[in-house]
């Protein structure tokens, strides 16, 4: 066999292990109702939990960004593709999370990979929750440190890990909401570990920022954090700008120095193009929007409370989560995808997630709601899952 062959084969044993993954043309913009093929579903499937990635005001002000700063930046940040809007997007999103500065990144993907690396290296020691990101775990690897994997949320675990560590610079490293269970890390505890050992903290707050908090400020926000300390320099956090404030890109906040040395040592920061201006324009009103949002948050929890209260849940149970993302556990690979086929036949479009994106034998589908979702459609998804559940 040749090495195309192997790949051949390779994919075929994707097939066989229902782990083959598709993607779908959707022929609208992003809202729940989508429309592929000519066939229109409800989808339960995305990030944009505040509905607005479609939004006109931010299209607008997308467009607006165009005609102003023109389609891209031209160069990295730190040689010639960094521009003014940028910097007022910066100091935006800082006051936004109460932190002395932020860093803008084109993707929240590259900034953990990145900054991870530039925090610590050969010799040192990393502390990360098993169910953390993917681009936490490749942070993890690019940087050499030797990396210690706690059990999801075990805090006692992690503590003894660093009581045994001797490495001359920790770093505790954690998804804040995390993506596939839609549980909240145990920030506050998380803090005190880190004070307590002299370590770093990094918190990806992905899922968290534009839904939890005061006025959508985050799951640190949320947690009283970094608090009077607003200087907490040990504390690092991570927003993305592609999930709830439906736009794309990342940033990282923090003490000044931080930020600075982040700005300086980021590989994935120094070595790639500047994220094109207008996004800047665009993700201003973004902001704007997020922090008057409260009608919108009302009604996602309003949407999370009605799912739970009309599932059945006799064999397939919801995570026990607070978050706009609702895992229904099923465990079987092959029923997961049944009962995902059959709701597609319906019209509901939920995604099934399975291993290895989360531990074997624990398939799900994983519900996102958003707030641009109608309670009646939350029932009709309740509705036709308990009918499935006894048949399939
Ligand atoms: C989506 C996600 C990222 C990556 O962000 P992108 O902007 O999509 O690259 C990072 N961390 C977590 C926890 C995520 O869910």
């Known amino acids: 066999m040749n090495r195309l062959e192997h790949l051949r084969v390779a994919l075929a044993a994707l097939d066989r292990d229902h782990l083959r993954r598709i993607r779908r043309d959707n022929q609208r913009p992003c809202s729940p109702r989508v429309l592929i093929g000519g066939k229109e579903y409800v989808a339960f499937c995305s990030n944009d939990y505040l509905s607005l990635a479609a939004d ?9 960004g165009a005609r102003r700063w023109g389609a891209g930046a031209g160069a990295s940040h730190l040689v010639s593709g960094h521009y003014a809007v940028q910097h007022e997007l910066e100091r935006r999103l800082a006051t936004f999370v109460g932190r002395e500065r932020a860093l803008l990144f084109p993707a929240g993907f590259m900034t953990n990979c990145g900054i991870v690396p530039a925090l610590v290296g050969r010799g040192d020691a990393i502390f990360a929750d098993r169910l953390n990101h993917a681009s936490l775990i490749d942070g993890m690897l690019l940087s050499r440190a030797k990396a210690h994997r706690y059990p999801h949320l075990d805090l006692a675990a992690l503590e003894r890990l660093l009581a045994a560590s001797d490495a001359p610079t920790k770093l505790i490293v954690s998804d804040a909401v995390f993506s596939m269970d839609g549980d909240v890390a145990p920030l506050r ?3 005190a570990l880190a004070e307590r050992f002299d370590a770093w903290l990094l918190i990806d707050d992905a899922h968290g920022f534009g839904v939890l908090g005061p006025q959508g400020r985050g799951a640190l926000a949320e947690a009283g954090l970094p608090g009077a300390a607003a200087e907490n320099w040990r504390l690092i956090q991570v927003g993305t700008l592609s999930k709830a404030a439906g736009v794309a890109g990342a940033f990282v906040a923090g003490a000044d120095d931080v930020i600075e040395w982040l700005m300086q040592k980021t590989r994935t920061y120094i070595f790639t193009t500047g994220s094109p201006p207008a996004l800047a324009q665009a993700l201003l009103v973004s902001i704007e929007l997020i922090e008057e949002g409260e009608a919108r948050r009302a009604h996602l929890a309003a949407l999370i409370a009605r799912l739970a209260a009309r599932l059945a849940q006799e064999r397939w149970r ?17 029923v997961a995808l049944a009962l995902a086929a059959a709701l597609m036949d319906e019209g509901l479009w939920v995604p099934a997630i399975r291993p ?23 029932d009709r998804l309740a509705e036709a899952i308990n009918r499935l559940e006894s048949r399939l």
């Open 356 to 378: 290895p994106t989360v531990p074997p034998g624990s398939a799900r589908l994983r519900i996102s709601l958003s707030a641009a979702h109608a309670l009646e459609e939350v």
């Open 56 to 64: 006109p005001r931010l299209a607008e002000a997308l467009a607006e």
């Open 318 to 334: 919801l995570l026990p989560s607070r978050t706009p993302i609702q895992p229904l556990i099923v465990g079987d690979n092959a």
């Open 189 to 191: 505890a998380l803090t």
